[in-house]
């Protein structure tokens, strides 16, 4: 059958497909696919194949039945035994991979393991999708009933048999919760046989999916397959603030990525120093404040400056400092190793605004423009001097009073008579070269 989800390429699936499931390329399966390396690669003499495979049914749920029959391969679907009933599911495994996920998920061969009836009809498959529609409504109903009841349960998912008999409620609790009287009435509501199953908070969260805090999709929903135990150990190698509502993730718990580095983390710490260790310095003893494991730089604060600015000493600098000690030699360190990083960064910052600011005058605009004159040099202001020369005329002298019946009349500012003195001679205009091309007749009048 291929990947069931592959629609494009040639035969209905994507380049690189090679038409059994196994493909690693096409992108198109979950965290319930299974990549088989060992796709192709033929049997020794003599030896059969194994004869039993692994079927995955909704969300994560995969069993281990027994295939003597039947000739199957990843990616069929398949109906296989419930008892009562039967249900359908996909072949996620075959072959010698399965004998090693027995031997992970402690799963015995014997004969309590159930075996596959035949390969899914046309008639199966759609009741089985018929049954699957019913699912959203179910819970919806299984919840209602509930908080009718005042039962202290949250109902998360619900998944009906392949035939459509029987349906399982996921629920989650604080406490044990008396469910029996819930039962009866889902009973003769959707007349099933009603199975209910308590999960974990993680649990939950992986068949329901979400976006984490980091932007992606859940990790337990889409590749994470087991659940394992996160203590806040994790966050203290990692040194992260221990809050609770930023190392929580959506489930309530501890997030499970405290745990993809931590081994890292752990490593690095081994060539750190002992943070439980003081330095004695000649101002006094100093104590371990935090480490910044990718820099190599411990900070320090002083004992006897409680509330100051912690300090940076490098990790090489620190085993020296320890080994002096051990000497009973307090090491000379400079002055400037007591400054915070916050003050040497406003230093910084304010000397190169200093440099910055002393290049150009802020006053360098409030200077007023002095008026000047056509000739470029300043006008006087005021009256001229009673007495004085005037250059080209005669010394000036006091004006006589009008006669009786004439008025002053001021002289226009713009209208002026001709000076007197002397005439600037200008050199004469030299000739414009007359236009080429032809000229218009002149006019004899």
Not at 125 to 133: C, D, F, L, P, V
Not at 200 to 223: D, F, N, P, Q, V
Not at 231 to 237: I, L
Not at 246 to 251: M, Y
Request: one cysteine or more; hydrophobic letters at 30%.
């Amino acid at each position: 059958m291929g990947c069931s989800s592959c629609s494009t390429g040639k035969g209905g699936l994507p380049a690189g497909c090679n038409n059994n499931g196994a493909c690693g390329s096409c992108g198109c399966g979950d965290k319930m696919s299974v990549f088989d390396w060992l796709t192709g690669i033929p049997l020794p003499p003599g030896q059969k194949p194994f004869d039993i495979v692994e079927v995955r049914f909704k969300n994560g749920r995969k069993a281990f039945f027994r295939n003597s029959q039947l000739s199957v391969y990843t990616g069929d679907v398949v109906v296989v035994d419930m008892a009562p009933g039967h249900d359908v599911g996909i072949i996620s495994l075959t072959g010698e991979l399965v004998r090693i996920q027995l031997k992970k998920k402690d799963v015995k061969d014997n004969y309590e393991l159930k075996k596959v009836l035949r390969k899914a009809t046309e008639e199966d498959i759609t009741k089985w999708q018929q049954a699957r529609s019913l699912e959203k409504d179910t819970m919806m109903g299984a919840r209602s009933l509930a908080q009718q009841l005042n039962l202290q349960m949250k109902i998360s998912d619900v998944e009906y048999q392949g035939d459509g008999t029987k349906a399982v409620f996921y629920y989650t609790a604080e406490d044990r919760v008396d469910f029996r009287e819930l039962i009866k009435k889902l009973a003769e509501r959707f007349r099933v046989k009603i199975e209910m199953k308590q999960i974990g908070y993680r649990a939950e969260a992986g068949r329901l999916g979400g976006i984490g805090s980091c932007g992606r999709e859940l990790c337990c929903s889409t590749w994470l397959t087991d659940f394992r135990a996160v203590s806040t150990g994790a966050a203290r190698y990692q040194q992260l603030s221990l809050n609770p509502s930023k190392l929580a993730g959506q489930c309530g718990k501890l997030k499970c990525c405290l745990n993809y580095e931590l081994d890292q983390y752990v490593e690095a710490v081994r060539d750190l120093p002992p943070t439980h260790l003081k330095l004695r310095l000649p101002k006094g003893s100093a104590s371990h404040f935090k480490t910044d494991i990718f820099k190599r730089i411990v900070y320090y604060t002083l004992d006897d400056e409680p509330g100051g600015a912690p300090f940076a000493l490098p990790v090489e600098q620190v085993f020296e400092i320890l080994d002096k000690n051990k000497k009973g030699i307090k090491l000379e360190i400079s002055e400037d190793i007591y400054r915070s990083d916050k003050e040497k960064e406003k230093e910084k910052v304010e000397v190169g605004f200093a440099q910055v600011v002393g290049q150009d005058s802020l006053t360098r605009f409030d200077k007023s423009k002095k008026k000047t004159g056509k000739s470029g040099q300043r006008r006087p202001s005021g009256n001229r001097p009673s007495g004085g020369h005037v250059p080209g005329g005669q010394p000036n002298a006091e004006k006589p009073s009008n006669p009786a019946g004439q008025k002053n009349t001021p002289r226009p500012e713009g209208n002026r008579g001709p000076q007197s003195g002397p005439k600037k001679n200008h050199p004469p205009r030299p000739q414009q070269p007359p236009k080429k091309g032809p000229q218009p007749p002149q006019n004899p009048s």
